[in-house]
Every structure is written in C-alpha cells, then in structure tokens.
C-alpha cells in the first residue's frame, strides 16, 4: 500500500515537470536560463550553475574546444597531428622544419616569378621585411652587457686570490666535458 502512495506521488511528479517543460520556451543548451528551475537542473550535467561555454571562458576558443565551429575544430586537431608526427615519430627538429619551409618558400616565389614571364602576367610583389635597428641594438646591448659581467666575474677570482674559488672556477669545464663525455658513451 505505501509503495502504491510513492508509485502515485512519484507520477504527479514526473507529470507536473513534463507539463511546465512544455509550457515553457524553447532554451538551448549553452545559454543561460533566468530562473533557478527544476528544468535547468537537467539541462546541466552534474548540476552546474554556469554552462561549460562561460567556463572554458567564452568566445572562440572554447567554441573550438567545444566543437561548434566544426571546420575550425578539424583544422585545429588536423595541425596539431602532423605537428606532433612530424616531431615524435619523424624526430624532425625545429630549425629543420623551420630551413625546409623557407626553402619551399624560395622555390615557390622563383617558379612563380618565372613562370609569370612565361604566362604574360606581370610578377608578383612580394612586401620587404624590414625590420628595426633599435631591435638589433638593444639585443646586442643585453649580450654584451651579459659577457662583460661574465668576464668581470673571471677576472675577480683571478685576482682576489682565494684559492679554492680559483680552482673550482678552473676545473669546471674539465668537469662537464667528463659528464659530457659519459653521457655519450651511455
């Protein structure tokens, strides 16, 4: 008798949340809703009180994390495999990558400008990069900087006459190049 009261209680309940479901507007998963309703306690996994959107921070990258944009997402995932092929299986480096691309750049623009002579069309100009000597500057002045307080410690140890600092100053290198050396042989 009792389970025949929370058997009844149980479909009122499931009745009176499909009704209000009903009557209420269309809301799409990812926007927010005004009232703290039963309904957006279902429409949120685990009970969340914000959507995974406005978590992952909004706007486009969480609509690629979120695969809304799909030719974007693809992409994305697309680049990052070959990425990682080229440098975990391949065991491509960087700067090889980097030489490779600048190589097919070259060879691009010299059958283009070529084949535009062929074609009647006129060659393509292709902008300068110019970039700025304060850039230059400023990096040769921090390098500088930067061995000059080396060779001022080097000169320090060797005139203070401590000893033990001096010796350790000179066995250093001698030191890597045995850890060197038995890194290699392993």
């Known amino acids: 008798m009792p389970e025949k009261i929370s058997e009844d209680l149980f479909n009122n309940l499931v009745e009176t949340i499909a009704d209000s479901v009903s009557k ?3 809301v799409s998963f990812f926007e927010e809703e005004k009232s703290n309703s039963v ?31 799909k030719k974007i997402s693809a992409s994305f995932l697309a680049s990052a495999t070959l990425i990682w092929f080229l440098f975990e299986w391949l065991n491509y480096h960087f700067l090889t990558l980097l030489s490779f691309a600048l190589v097919l ?7 283009w400008s070529n084949a535009s002579g062929l074609l009647n069309r ?7 990069l110019v970039l700025p000597d304060e ?11 930067e061995v000059n307080r080396g060779l001022q410690y080097l000169q320090d140890v060797s005139c203070q006459g401590n000893l033990k600092q001096f010796l350790v100053v000179l066995l250093r290198p ?6 060197m050396r038995g890194m290699m042989s392993k």
């Open 24 to 26: 209420q507007k269309s």
């Open 39 to 69: 309904v957006s306690g279902f429409n949120r996994l685990f009970g969340r009180q914000r959507p995974v959107h406005h978590i992952l921070g909004g706007g486009k990258s969480a609509d690629v994390l979120l695969w809304r944009n």
């Open 105 to 111: 750049g070259m060879v691009a623009q010299f059958v």
């Open 122 to 128: 006129s060659s393509s100009q292709v902008p300068r």
């Open 135 to 145: 850039l230059f500057v400023s990096i040769g002045r921090s390098v500088g900087a």
């Open 174 to 179: 001698i030191h890597y190049q045995f850890c």
